[in-house]
């Protein structure tokens, strides 16, 4: 890897560890700089300003978000061809990965952008919905396939079911930082995949 891009991923790292600890607002160029050892020429090199820098922070956590969702379903695809349990499955892995964080989760970009919206421009904000319209989507096309195999035991609202996946990690997250317990956050996620399984298995 050449030194640039070394410098332009550590400036991203650093970035991320900060906005994801204390926000974007709170996040400043110079404490980035200070943290990699960068030169202030060096950080407008890579960015011309923390605009910028949230958009391209924004978008690598988007990628990393897209490869982490894509490996759980091909391999879950490769391991089974009964659509509910492949999202069962995916659920499990997603519980797993959460375990496997050492210590609370470190939040989520996705909700430091939320919660300070006012301060991205509308690039970034459509930016962050596509971002979680695609999670929904995936979800969504899975809970589709599922149905056509297993009628729920009750009525259900596919859109609403694969928001309460989301709504899961999101408030996981939250709760389990709130009260320090990384537990929490992977207990949630299982808890809307025990719900998921008793609306489609059959009585």
């Known amino acids: 890897m050449s030194k640039g891009r070394n410098a332009r991923s550590a400036i991203l ?8 600890e204390k926000g974007f607002a709170a996040t400043s160029i110079d404490e980035i700089i200070a943290a990699t050892g960068i030169t202030k020429s060096g950080f407008f090199y890579h960015f011309k300003d923390k605009g910028d820098l949230a958009k391209n922070l924004f978008q690598r956590y988007m990628d990393q978000e897209d490869e982490i969702l ?16 492949q999202l069962l499955m995916v659920l499990d892995l997603l519980c797993d990965i959460l375990r496997d964080i050492p210590g609370l989760h470190p939040g989520c970009m996705v909700a430091s952008y939320c ?6 421009n509308e690039d970034i904000k ?11 989507t995936l979800y969504r096309q899975q809970l589709d396939k599922v149905v056509e195999a297993y009628p729920p035991q009750e009525p259900v609202d596919l859109d609403m079911l694969a928001d309460q996946v989301l709504s899961s990690v999101e408030g996981g997250i939250i709760l389990s930082r709130t009260l320090e317990n990384p537990e929490l956050l992977p207990q949630q996620v299982q808890l809307c995949r025990d719900y998921i399984r008793r609306i489609f298995t059959p009585v």
């Open 126 to 136: 459509k930016l962050n919905a596509y971002n979680v319209m695609r999670w929904r």
């Open 115 to 120: 919660y300070q919206h006012q301060l991205f």
């Open 13 to 20: 790292d650093a970035a991320e560890q900060s906005v994801l």
């Open 70 to 85: 894509d490996d759980m379903f091909a391999r879950v695809e490769a391991s089974t061809k009964d659509p509910l349990e």
